[in-house]
């Protein structure tokens, strides 16, 4: 039986572990491939794990959420172009798409004026920026639906 860590600072690696209820020698088990000192290492931030691991990881923890936390804040490309989602409930999530699709909804005549003749002027930028801001949030509305579901599947609460 393995010991109960006492370390202060867990990273989200050692959290999930945790959470899951399993000992190194558990995950180790369970992701197959990677060692429990390859576990250890990742968890004390020794070593940087690979994005197969990340997936195992999400996949034996039942923690979706890891490969979102990965891609948007330690993978080099993800940190510039995936937005980091934070677990919210449902009704949150619902509210704030349907606050976005409001707003898009006003907006979307402008975007028609802006874009019919191909090109967007410096008077029609702001405008547009301000459109793509929503678009932004409807985006990150959708994939954390998309995480909310994914959860709710491994956790055994929705089956496909």
């Known amino acids: ?20 209820g399993m000992t190194r020698s558990q995950a180790s088990e369970a992701l197959v491939f990677m060692s429990d000192s390859r576990i250890e290492k990742i968890e004390s931030e020794k070593c940087e794990p690979h994005p197969d691991e990340i997936l195992a990881m999400a996949k034996a923890y039942k923690k979706p959420g890891l490969c979102n936390y990965y891609c948007s804040k330690e993978c ?40 019919v003749d191909g090109k967007i002027t410096e008077e029609e930028m702001k405008d547009f920026l301000n459109i793509k801001k929503e678009l932004d949030k409807m985006t990150i ?13 491994v956790d055994g609460k929705w089956s496909d």
């Open 1 to 20: 039986m393995g010991k109960k860590s006492i370390k202060e600072n867990k990273n989200i690696y050692q959290l999930s572990r945790e959470e899951a």
């Open 76 to 115: 080099p490309i993800g940190k510039l172009y995936v937005p980091e989602l934070k677990e919210k409930d449902l009704a949150q999530i619902t509210l704030e798409m349907l606050s976005t699709i409001n707003t898009l909804t006003k907006q979307k005549d402008r975007l028609v004026e802006i874009t």
């Open 141 to 153: 509305s959708v994939e954390s639906l998309k995480l909310w579901i994914d959860q709710m599947v």
